[in-house]
């Protein structure tokens, strides 16, 4: 399938726009990619379900035993049976004759179990990896808040100085410090809760790979990065392929190769006998054979037949309807990435730089006494709180471009993009 190779590569494009290739010793996410690809529980239980399944075609592809038989008749009776003398041994070799098509059903059955499993598990690589990207996101979102935090408390405490300058200069009253330092505990509280959400943000990513007590750090952001993508009905031609929807496929081989199993069972098997039978009292051998059919298996096969109909029709049924919920979903996350990325640039083109100069004037203002603190305290809250908006809208963006890659299993290029390559599994 496709997917051996493109599902790496659909969700480091998830983030590779955002997080740079390599960096030190640093982790990347196709560092993380790699080691949960080599050590998730999840994926390496599919060894031992691998050999189960091919245990079960080895079974399958077994024709009926032979069958020895020694059966001793007329001994040891009464009468003119009292002795061994009018005896017959008989010995025997039976064996079933299988017909219509049932060792061929049940190894195709078999085998087609066996092709189900490699679907699912491209499907669950992919789904833990888009929950890898996920919770590296989640790092790197800690990662930009506590800078954030650290940039509004450097800018607190530049308000806190020149709200005591102000008061020794007789400018300003005691109460106007007092708020100054206020506001900078609180983007203190604020910095202190980054730093926390940060360590559990990377404990919940090492606990994919079992690690307990991570001590690793990301490699750089920039997660303000995002990119165009292709309108939604392009995106939605690439369902077909994608595991949620193969994975019917699968199954919809394996309930035609229940029916066809099922249908076989219509046929009757022919039970043969063949073997030699000594006549004791005469000292002469003799050849017996015998055939043998249970009657009626047409009738009792019916019901199997039409329960193995009913779910190959009801597996057509449910296929549409995933395919219906799949694309409403990939319409959705598409929506929430456009409007996401739509929010990203005008913050950054048009309002942050506006409240920028806007709380420069106000200090400036302040300092010379044409500005109330209250003023300018109110637009050093409102920048900080555009650039917390501007994050948590790329962060929102970053989250429904995982969804998508999740969806179609392919990396989603930019307009004059360049593809971004991960290893192959």
Excluded: C
């Excluded at 969700?11 to 690809?37: K, N, Q, S």
């Excluded at 609180?186 to 926390?196: F, G, S, T």
């Excluded at 193995?308 to 309807?321: D, K, N, Q």
């Amino acid at each position: 399938m496709f997917l051996r190779s493109a599902a790496r590569a659909a969700l480091v494009a998830a983030l590779a726009w955002a997080l740079p290739a390599h960096a030190g010793d640093r982790l990347t996410l196709d560092d993380a990619f790699a080691r949960v690809a080599r050590t998730h529980p999840e994926l390496r239980l599919f060894g031992p379900r691998s050999d189960e399944r091919l245990a079960e075609l080895e079974q399958a592809a077994l024709r009926p035993p032979l069958r020895a038989g020694l059966e001793l008749e007329n001994a040891l009776g009464s009468g003119a049976l009292r002795g061994v003398d009018g005896a017959e041994l008989t010995l025997s070799l039976a064996g079933v004759f299988e017909r219509g098509g049932k060792l061929d059903a049940r190894r195709t059955l078999a085998q087609h179990r066996i092709d189900a499993l490699a679907s699912e598990r491209e499907a669950m690589r992919l789904d833990l990896l888009a929950e890898t990207a996920r919770r590296y996101l989640a790092v790197a979102a800690a990662d930009a808040r506590f800078g954030l935090a650290r940039e509004d408390i450097a800018q607190r405490q530049r308000t806190v100085a020149a709200a005591r300058q102000r008061l020794q200069a007789g400018a300003s009253p005691e109460s106007v410090l007092l708020t100054a330092r206020a506001a900078l505990a609180r983007a203190e509280l604020d910095e202190a809760r980054a730093v926390q959400a940060r360590d559990a943000a990377r404990q919940h990513l090492a606990s994919l790979w079992g690690e307990r007590a991570p001590d690793f750090e990301l490699a750089g952001a920039a997660l303000l990065e995002l990119p165009e993508i292709e309108p939604a009905p392009r995106l939605a031609a690439l369902l077909d392929a994608t595991p949620e929807l193969a994975r019917f496929t699968d199954a919809r081989r394996i309930a035609e190769a229940r029916l066809q199993l099922a249908r076989s069972t219509a046929v009757p098997d022919l039970d043969w006998q063949l073997g030699v039978r000594r006549l004791q009292d005469v000292g002469d051998t003799a050849l017996v054979a015998g055939l043998s059919w249970p009657l009626g298996a047409a009738r009792r096969a019916r019901p199997e037949i039409r329960a193995a109909e009913a779910g190959l029709a009801a597996l057509e049924i449910e296929r549409e309807a995933g395919g219906i919920a799949l694309y409403a979903t990939l319409v959705e996350a598409h929506g929430r990435y456009a409007g996401a990325r739509l929010e990203v640039r005008r913050l950054g083109e048009d309002v942050l730089p506006r409240l920028a100069r806007a709380a420069d004037a106000a200090a400036r203002a302040w300092r010379a006494g044409a500005a109330s603190y209250l003023e300018w305290a109110q637009l050093q809250s409102e920048h900080t709180a555009a650039r917390q908006r501007r994050l948590e809208a790329a962060l929102e963006a970053h989250r429904a471009l995982i969804e998508l890659q999740r969806l179609t299993g392919q990396p989603l290029l930019a307009v004059g993009h360049a593809p971004a390559q991960g290893p192959t599994p």
